[in-house]
């Protein structure tokens, strides 16, 4: 992890900036969003009271908290290709790039085992998965294929090749105990799918490789475990193709060019949307087994997410005008350092759980339960109040990454 002293737009200064072809804002745009919108819906006041669409859906199904972590995926396939550009731009060979992806999963690979390991302290039973050891291995994955190959037609039959691999296996492959799948399929519960079946195959050999290590988020499958890390490599390779299509110099040329580069975006996007609702019928969207219905429409909502963003703030020749500047500006200030508002999210809200506060009854309850209890929560919990925590909640994540910003530091991965 590097903290690196940049030039990134500040508010009085983004109008000069976006006229630069190099920098895409809209991506920093849509990468705060995301995180902010992470944090947002992994922090609510009281699991209890949550509205709806903050939450995931149990199983089978789609929310707006389930395009969460599928867009960030794919800004990170989209920015990959920005970086490689400008590596190579720099004189970068294929050895540099590929240590460049190494360095990056290994730092990632770190931040995860730290902070699955605060606050308990305590290696064995550890989990060893989670959100951002699967943004390292998909860094790591996607970013080895990049390092090979940046042709469109290559990268999208190995998207293909990968969602229709994925399909085939828990469509194909028998089950020990459960058989082969079939009028059942593809899924009717977490426990008897393939990937489940790798989960706890994989945590034995967890236990024996790292010393008593591992666990998973369930007691029979994690949402981010071994083998749904396929289908989540083929988000962000299609973040990638997103990439490429940007960097495409023809677009450089002019209004007109742009539009139609916006134009694609949203084609692309209403073509997966519909491929995935056909293939929804055959393979359910499903947030926790990752399935290739998921990854074409959640792809489909990030392509049309930030083919609006890019309208807003790409290429600006104007000043932007405030009604602009006031709805981007918290978002590129996440955007600028997301790791970072993402890291200290998990770690305030593992402090205010582990701290706890004896009430005058004697009753001992987290410093987050009483504080929500106290503050938010005094005449009983409703969704709006658990809310309202979660928004606060966001608020305060937001204040060292304003810090960051306003000091021009900026933490590289």
Not at 198 to 212: E, M, P
Not at 345 to 352: I, N, W
Request: proline fraction near 5%.
């Amino acid at each position: 992890m590097a903290s690196t002293a940049s030039n990134a737009p500040t508010t009085a200064t983004m109008a000069t900036t976006v006229s630069k072809p190099q920098r895409v804002l809209s991506v920093d745009v849509l990468r705060g969003l995301t995180i902010a919108l992470m944090i947002l819906v992994n922090d609510p006041g009281d699991w209890k009271h949550v509205f709806i669409q903050l939450d995931h859906a149990e199983w089978n199904g789609l929310t707006l908290t389930d395009l969460v972590f599928p867009t960030f995926l794919f800004v990170v396939g989209v920015s990959m290709v920005f970086s490689f550009t400008a590596r190579v731009a720099r004189g970068n060979c294929r050895k540099s790039l590929t240590g460049h992806v190494w360095a990056r999963f290994a730092k990632l690979v770190i931040l995860a085992l730290a902070l699955n390991y605060f606050p308990r302290m305590h290696w064995q039973g550890m989990r060893l998965y989670g959100v951002i050891m699967r943004i390292a291995l998909c860094s790591l994955i996607a970013g080895m294929v990049l390092v090979f190959t940046r042709n469109p037609k290559v990268l999208a039959v190995i998207v293909i090749v990968l969602l229709v691999g994925y399909w085939a296996l828990l469509r194909f492959v028998p089950i020990p105990g459960v058989g082969v799948p079939t009028h059942g399929f593809p899924i009717n519960d977490e426990v008897n799918n393939l990937t489940a079946f790798v989960d706890r195959w994989a945590l034995v050999w967890q236990h024996k490789l790292f010393f008593g290590a591992g666990a998973l988020y369930r007691k029979t499958s994690d949402p981010e475990g071994l083998l749904s890390t396929l289908p989540s490599v083929a988000t962000t390779l299609i973040g990638a193709l997103i990439g490429l299509h940007f960097r495409r110099p023809e677009w450089q040329q002019g209004e007109a060019a742009r539009l139609r580069m916006r134009g694609y975006l949203f084609g692309w996007g209403l073509m997966l949307v519909l491929a995935g609702g056909i293939w929804n019928n055959a393979f359910p969207m499903n947030k926790n087994l990752w399935t290739s219905s998921f990854v074409l429409v959640t792809a489909a909502a990030a392509m049309i997410a930030l083919g609006i963003m890019s309208l807003l703030v790409d290429y600006r020749s104007q000043p932007w005008p405030t009604w602009l500047r006031v709805i981007t500006w918290p978002w590129l200030v996440f955007g600028s350092n997301a790791i970072v508002a993402y890291t200290s999210s998990v770690v305030l809200v593992k402090a205010l759980i582990y701290i706890h506060h004896t009430g005058p009854d004697g009753k001992s309850v987290s410093l987050l339960s009483w504080l929500y209890k106290t503050v938010f929560a005094a005449h009983g919990s409703t969704v709006w109040t658990s809310l309202a925590w979660a928004v606060c909640f966001v608020a305060v994540c937001f204040i060292p990454n304003w810090i960051l910003w306003r000091k021009k530091i900026f933490v590289r991965m």
